[in-house]
């Protein structure tokens, strides 16, 4: 059977729920202005210099943290996905044939199911803990609408190999320390987590029998998506009368900060306290990682149903403008489910655009991603003379050879003031002016943010700029 795709004569076939938006070429002639697809980007400079910015607080966060960087194919077999989450995911992916073929292939959605069979197909020979994260490019064929797109940028973190609330904060940790990087702090996010064994002891003490668990933690996870009216109809559909929909409904919205008593939590919701034990573990480590100011109870929080184990969370931002930034927890038997051994893991994702707006509206990007762009140590001028003239080019080389950020003006122009302007815009540190009235072996050092200028030698310019450099980088 084939699996979202339909008889084609093309190489690649992309599914019905890809997008349909894009123009057509009519003829070889044709004049029609082209759009990038619906629910994808086009990154210009200052653009990608955004990207580039979080993607660098994320790298930098997952290598203090000891992690290592792996990457896989941006397409997978559709039945690594469909083996996770069930045919329904189908309708969800940009899904292709090879015409001819005879597998079925998805552009890849997530990267966990990816991670997943890589352990399982190296297992015996990895050294443990496996600590793995990755910077991957998603697709997801859905609609497009603000934090959500076709294709996004998504931060993984995985621990394998280690079990207990320890390895969760960990991975939790890691997803501050970027955050922190990026100026965030606990009065802009939030960590929201609950823990799949606390919620299933919390439902059996609300009432809810085992047959409907299934169905209740669907709801939980569905609760903020429903009206209030709807969700009590659900929840009378577990079986519950109204006093126990109160109580299941209070169970859903009840939050508190993780730094609190579990008891409170247990005496709103109408629990013995031990069945929250689980949480308990999770706050101790957390106080001990130094992160708990981070951090809340949300036991709405589920994550969906077949995939997490114990420890779930989100990271939200606090003013509800947006969705979850983060999402993730313990999943500890889809190694096993990929064909590898039994297996603990712990993990998350972070995608880039739900981030971006938040950094956006707290004014922790600046308004022109260009400044975001690596400024040149060097802007080489000539201000005309054939020695000068000659001299640029392999001037402009041997700068760049010892590792300095260097350019020149493509203009042919011998007004200085206006290749200084240049210079500027490019946001140069310095200008290097030669000729003009200049000695051959001498330039002219501007400091373009001082305002401040100099005659040196020529032989003394490398020199200069590199001890320029290396102040800069021990501030």
Not at 24 to 38: D, E, G, N, R, V
Not at 121 to 126: F, I, K, P, T, V
Not at 433 to 462: M, W
């Amino acid at each position: 059977m084939t699996l979202g795709c339909a008889p084609v004569t093309d190489s690649l076939f992309v599914n019905a729920s890809a997008n349909t938006d894009t123009a057509t070429l009519s003829s070889p002639m044709s004049t029609h202005s082209f759009q990038a697809p619906k629910g994808t980007r086009d990154f210009y400079p200052a653009d990608l210099a955004v990207r580039r910015h979080i993607e660098s607080a994320w790298r930098s966060a997952s290598v203090d943290c000891g992690f290592d960087e792996v990457e896989g194919p941006t397409f997978e077999h559709l039945e690594l996905y469909t083996a996770k989450s069930g045919e329904g995911i189908i309708n969800e992916l940009f899904s292709f044939r090879r015409a001819g073929g005879e597998s079925d292939y998805a552009l890849r959605p997530e990267f966990t199911p990816t991670l997943a069979r890589m352990v399982a197909a190296r297992a015996g020979s990895l050294t443990m803990p496996v600590k793995w994260f990755a910077i991957p490019n998603m697709f997801r064929a859905e609609r497009p609408q603000r934090g959500r797109l076709r294709e996004f940028m998504q931060w993984n973190i995985d621990v394998l190999g280690t079990e207990g609330a320890a390895t969760d904060i960990e991975t939790i940790s890691c997803a501050i320390l970027a955050l922190e990087r990026l100026g965030l702090t606990p009065r802009d996010v939030e960590v929201r987590l609950s823990h799949r064994i606390a919620i299933g002891r919390m439902l059996g003490a609300l009432g809810v029998s085992a047959e409907k668990s299934a169905d209740a933690m669907t709801l939980l996870d569905r609760r903020d998506k429903l009206k209030a009216d709807e969700f009590a109809s659900r929840a009378q559909a577990l079986g519950l009368g109204s006093e126990g929909v109160a109580r299941f409904d209070a169970a859903a919205r009840a939050k508190q900060k993780l730094s609190e008593p579990l008891a409170t939590l247990a005496h709103t919701i109408g629990i013995p306290v031990e069945d929250l034990a689980a949480l308990d573990e999770v706050r101790t480590a957390a106080d001990r990682a130094g992160i708990l100011e981070w951090c809340s109870i949300d036991l709405g929080i589920v994550r969906g149903l077949a995939y997490y184990t114990g420890t779930v969370f989100e990271v939200h931002e606090l003013s509800g403008a947006e969705r979850a930034v983060a999402g993730g927890g313990r999943y500890d038997g889809l190694v096993e489910l990929f064909g590898g051994p039994k297996m603990p893991a712990c993990g998350f994702g972070m995608g880039d655009v739900v981030l971006a707006n938040i950094l956006r509206d707290r004014k922790l990007l600046p308004e022109d991603g260009a400044l975001l762009l690596a400024r040149p140590d060097a802007f080489i001028i000539s201000a005309g003379g054939e020695d000068a003239e000659r001299m640029l080019p392999g001037m402009v080389m041997s700068l760049r050879r010892k590792g300095l950020h260097v350019r020149s003006s493509a203009k042919a122009t011998r007004n200085v003031g206006k290749l200084l302007g240049e210079a500027g815009k490019a946001r140069a540190r310095v200008a290097v002016i030669l000729g003009a009235e200049l000695a051959q072996d001498s330039v002219v050092l501007k400091d373009l943010d001082a305002g401040t200028q100099e005659v040196i030698a020529l032989s003394d310019v490398a020199a200069r700029l590199l001890a320029a450099m290396q102040t800069r980088a021990t501030r």
